[in-house]
């Protein structure tokens, strides 16, 4: 076990190396940086006092420098103009757009973001396993049938879309706004009761937007598998014990058809936060996926690698958790599984 | 008399399916008394299960009890009780399945969960029928796994199903089915997944657990030898209907109805005569086998496949976190040759390396040492360093058939597809010859022009299997490798299939490896006969030699678990019991083999070899 988690933290290092230096070459990857395009930008303005401070900091963060030296530097295994100081120091380094250091724009849109997916997940889960329990136990029913429908136009309607009919009609029907995560009072104040109640009730419309395309997929999937176990013939052993219904398939079927949700956990993370980027931005919810957006679109890079590396993460450690959650839930991956 | 258990009356279930409904059981009536085991006899299909699922009410939904009773008589409490007017779902029902009524199932792998313990599933059927608390529960299960023979019952607790062998996990399935003490025990198919040796254990402690216990036994199976070694009486099954019951003693020694007859002459029986053919219940003819001709071919001086000291070794990883690498010995320094024009027969029982040895000849894995050597005709040649055109044309010449009809023909392809598949691989003919060829190969195997454009999922599984053998043939093989070709048929297709290799042998000049672990099909189909344990050759002989003298203390054992459907020679359960006869450490002196060692073949008549342990070998040198 021990031994399993060493080669583990070993291969994920390894892995994340590979990542951000992937990252970081591909945002360097067109011409010119965040700063140059600013002082050409200043020149032609002819704004002198401004250009001065530009190219303090282009020798601040060392981006005269080649590429791969300010990547080593941005990593933290080369001493830039501070010594050394990166990612492993923990100095995720200055956002240019924002004249701000990294960690003040993302810090409250990185939890944010995480509480928003972690509802998502919640809510896909909650709404999807029963009705796929509902729709492989009665297949071919007029609940299946509905269940199925309702899976498929789930499946087909762009979440941005909803996100916008969904903005327009409760403002029009109830007279409230739903975008953001708090009403604008809270901005920049700090977390009382009421501003966390305020989050609460925000968090309701995004959670289901975000949220559908995933459940109607799960549906599909969950109720695939489980008619696929429920044909398997341990489920007639536990009926001809005398189990109840119920009791025979969450016990048995069920708890089968759950392996590949769980080999999923890795992949569910960063698909929430790539995958919502739109929707945040019609709903301006104050998550990392608009500020994704625009740094790689001003080739912020500190900001822009700053982020990917946390998706990195944490899909690095999804697996990693999948994977214990699999071995402790199979015995057949636990043991190395003959069969 | 005393009421039987059960009394099934005019049972009647339909399936209603997309293409119209379907009578599976037909107005089916029969008897279990008390203690006594009635076997229920027929071909997949008949309605044998089904009946049994529907004592139970464990029917697929599409299929509905619809006429009939089932009147159960249980000895611990007074008056019957029709089950068949029991909602399926009913608290009566649930007591009934599992407490009463217990059933166990063909394939113990399948039949218990992977994720949950023995103890766990065993206990499980205790509680939901019994008050006891976890702690007694598991206690009593202890007590049953003890009984049907586990070696350390509280180990067992903690152990997952894929941990044990198949004979140990139907033995869990039994203390399972057991554990409540149920009135009627419902066998489907109990042995049919296993080794003839395990199975006869199996058998044997079915009986012993009856005797022990009083209960009654409903034993469904298609095999004949089983059912005149533990029946008492016999109910034979044709498409739904009850074609003959009776005492066992009136079914073996009197056959009444043509069907039960037809179902005898199919079974192949260690005592047949030399040139005896199997009667197949439906016969099929072969329009162009009679007129075809062999290819002109040089023949090999010698013997058309060799294989010298094989040995394949296979690295295990002990377990996902600890790493660790086990070595096992699959093969060990096999040696065998195989005469053009005749069948080998290798036997042996699961794990013991037989397909291995086969797919090794068909040059998919690679030895770690030793040698196959093939002979066209043009002296022999080391397979495995075979290259470029040589490989091809020794690909070509080695044909596969495989097991299982089911998964080995492509579902999404359609006969023609299939069929020429290896004539476009090998570019063989224009697609005018290649139509001219899959219909000749078609009448070979006896299947009609029509079946062309069908997809393998509308043949039964004897015409697949038959599709199975013409692509072998597509290429016009010398030596074709069946790996179990008939163990997933019925009895009566089982001869079909057996029948036709046996012709096309004779009209092509082919050369078989039959390998199998049934005996007496072997017997059947095989010149020599060559016997595998753990990874040995333990025995080799012509086959009349092998039945006649069998010297070797495995090829021994395995000769007396094999149930023959002869009342006259019944199986010796007491000398099965003690076990050990595929433990080479266990076999005794001359025969006893030490982990590592090899032991040597030797020659104690014309062609008849016996391996040999250390001991001998040193005499010999």
């Known amino acids: 076990m021990i031994r399993f988690l060493l080669r583990r933290t070993v291969t994920m290092a390894v892995t994340l190396l590979i990542i951000s230096a992937l990252v970081f070459f591909i945002i360097k990857l067109p011409p010119g940086d965040f700063l140059t395009n600013q002082i050409a930008e200043l020149r032609a303005q002819g704004e002198s006092a401004s250009i001065a401070k530009a190219e303090f900091l282009i020798r601040q963060y060392g981006l005269d420098k080649p590429a791969w030296q300010q990547y080593l530097v941005w990593l933290g295994v080369m001493p830039g103009p501070n010594g050394f100081s990166g990612l492993l120091q923990g100095d995720w380094g200055w956002s240019f757009e924002y004249d701000k250091p990294v960690v003040d724009v993302v810090g409250d849109a990185l939890w944010l973001t995480l509480l928003v997916n972690f509802a998502v997940v919640i809510f896909i889960h909650l709404i999807a396993i029963p009705i796929a329990i509902y729709s492989a136990t009665r297949q071919y029913s007029v609940g299946d049938y509905i269940a199925t429908f309702i899976g498929y136009i789930g499946l087909a309607t762009p979440s941005f879309l909803l996100a916008l009919i969904l903005l327009y009609y409760m403002n029009r029907w109830f007279g409230i706004s739903i975008g953001g995560l708090y009403d604008p009072q809270y901005a920049g104040e700090s977390w009382t009761w009421a501003k966390v109640q305020s989050l609460l009730s925000h968090l309701v419309v995004p959670t289901v937007v975000i949220g559908l395309g995933g459940t109607a997929a799960m549906i599909r999937r969950m109720r695939a598998n489980l008619l696929d176990e429920l044909g398997k013939q341990y489920y007639v052993t536990a009926k001809a014990k005398g189990l109840g219904p119920t009791k025979a398939l969450l016990k048995y079927p069920f708890r089968m058809s759950l392996n590949p949700f769980i080999a999923d956990i890795g992949n569910l993370l ?8 739109l929707v945040s931005l019609v709903l301006s919810l104050p998550t990392v996926g608009p500020i994704l957006l625009s740094a790689l679109k001003s080739q912020d890079q500190f900001l822009a690698g700053f982020i990917l590396m946390f998706v990195a993460v944490l899909t690095v450690a999804g697996m990693l958790v999948s994977d214990l959650l699999l071995a402790w839930l199979d015995p057949r991956i636990r043991m190395g599984g003959a069969r | 008399m005393e009421a039987p258990i059960l009394s099934v009356r005019q049972l009647t279930v339909d399936f209603s399916t997309d293409a119209g409904n379907f009578r599976a059981v037909d107005g089916v009536t029969f008897d279990i008394p008390k203690g006594k085991t009635v076997a229920l006899v027929g071909e997949s299909g008949s309605g044998k299960s ?24 249980d000895p611990s409490t007074e008056g019957s009780i029709d089950i068949a007017a029991l909602p399926a779902e009913s608290d009566a029902m649930h ?11 063909q394939e113990p792998m399948t039949s218990l969960s992977p994720l949950h313990t023995i103890g766990d599933q065993i206990s499980e059927a205790l509680m939901i029928h019994a008050d006891v608390d976890q702690a007694t529960a598991n206690q009593r299960t202890m007590d049953v796994l003890n009984r049907v023979g586990f070696p350390d019952p509280k180990r067992a607790l903690r152990t997952y199903p894929f941990e044990l062998s198949g004979g140990l996990r139907q033995r869990a399935m039994i203390a399972m089915a057991l554990i409540t003490r149920p009135a009627l025990l419902i066998a489907d198919e109990p042995t049919t997944a296993l080794d003839v040796t395990t199975q006869a254990q199996i058998l044997d402690l079915i009986k012993e657990l009856q005797v022990e216990t009083g209960m009654s036994v ?10 005149a070694n533990v029946a008492d009486e016999v109910v034979v099954m044709y498409r739904g209907r009850i074609m003959e019951a009776g005492s066992r003693e009136e079914i073996f020694r009197n056959a009444q109805h043509p069907y039960l007859q037809a179902l005898m002459r199919a079974v192949p029986r260690f005592a047949m005569a030399e040139n005896e053919r199997l009667t197949p219940i439906r016969e099929v003819k072969s329009a162009s086998l009679a007129t075809a001709d062999a290819p002109q071919r040089v023949q090999p001086a010698g013997p058309i496949l060799k294989v010298e000291r094989l040995t394949k070794s296979f690295t295990l990883r002990s377990g996902w976190f600890s790493g660790k690498a086990r070595e096992i010995r699959a093969v060990s320094e096999v040696d065998l040759s195989l005469p053009a024009g005749k069948t080998l027969g290798l036997v042996g029982e699961s794990g013991c390396g037989k397909t291995t040895v086969s797919k090794m000849i068909m040059r998919a894995i690679p030895p770690n040492s030793g040698k196959v050597l093939f002979d066209d005709g043009t002296g022999p040649k080391d397979v495995h360093k075979l290259e470029g055109e040589a490989l091809t044309t020794y690909r070509r010449s080695v044909q596969f058939i495989f097991q299982d009809p089911f998964s080995s023909l492509n579902p999404r392809m359609t006969v023609y597809e299939l069929l020429t598949e290896p004539l476009r691989i090998h570019d063989i003919g224009t697609s005018d010859e290649r139509y001219e060829r899959v219909k000749h190969l078609l009448e070979m195997v006896g299947l009609d022009q029509g079946a062309l454009r069908r997809y393998p999922h509308s043949f039964s599984g004897g015409q697949r299997q038959r599709l199975g053998i013409a692509r072998a043939l597509a290429l016009e093989p010398r030596v074709l490798l069946c790996d179990e070709p008939v163990s997933a048929l019925d009895v009566s297709v089982q001869a079909q299939v057996l029948n036709l290799l046996k012709d096309l042998q004779a009209a092509l000049g082919l050369s078989y490896l039959f390998v199998s672990h049934n005996l007496a099909v072997v017997d059947y189909i095989a010149d020599t006969i060559a016997v595998m344990c753990r990874g040995y050759i333990v025995e080799e002989a012509p086959k009349s030699s092998l039945f006649r003298n069998p010297v070797h203390p495995y090829t021994q054992a395995l000769l007396a678990a094999v149930p023959d459907p002869d009342i006259d020679r019944p199986l010796d359960f007491t000398k099965l019991r003690t076990g050990g006869f595929s433990q080479p450490s266990a076999w005794p002196e001359p025969f006893r083999i030490e982990p590592g060692e090899f032991g040597v073949m030797k020659e104690i008549e014309p062609g008849h070899k016996v391996r040999m342990g250390r001991l001998t070998a040193r005499e010999a040198a």
């Not at chain 1, 929430?272 to 980027?277: A, C, I, K």
């Not at chain 2, 089904?50 to 159960?72: D, E, H, M, W, Y």
């Not at chain 2, 007591?95 to 199932?105: D, E, N, P, T, V």
Request: aromatic share 4%; no cysteine; proline share 2%.
């Open chain 1, 270 to 277: 960063p698909q929430l936060v790539s995958g919502s980027v």
């Open chain 2, 50 to 73: 089904v009946t049994a699922q529907a004592i139970l009410q464990i029917l697929s939904k599409k299929a509905r009890i619809t006429n009939g009773s089932l009147l159960f008589n």
């Open chain 2, 95 to 105: 007591s009934l399945r599992g407490g009463r009524i217990a059933m166990i199932f």
């Open chain 2, 218 to 227: 409903l034993l469904i199976t298609h095999d004949l030898g089983v059912v």
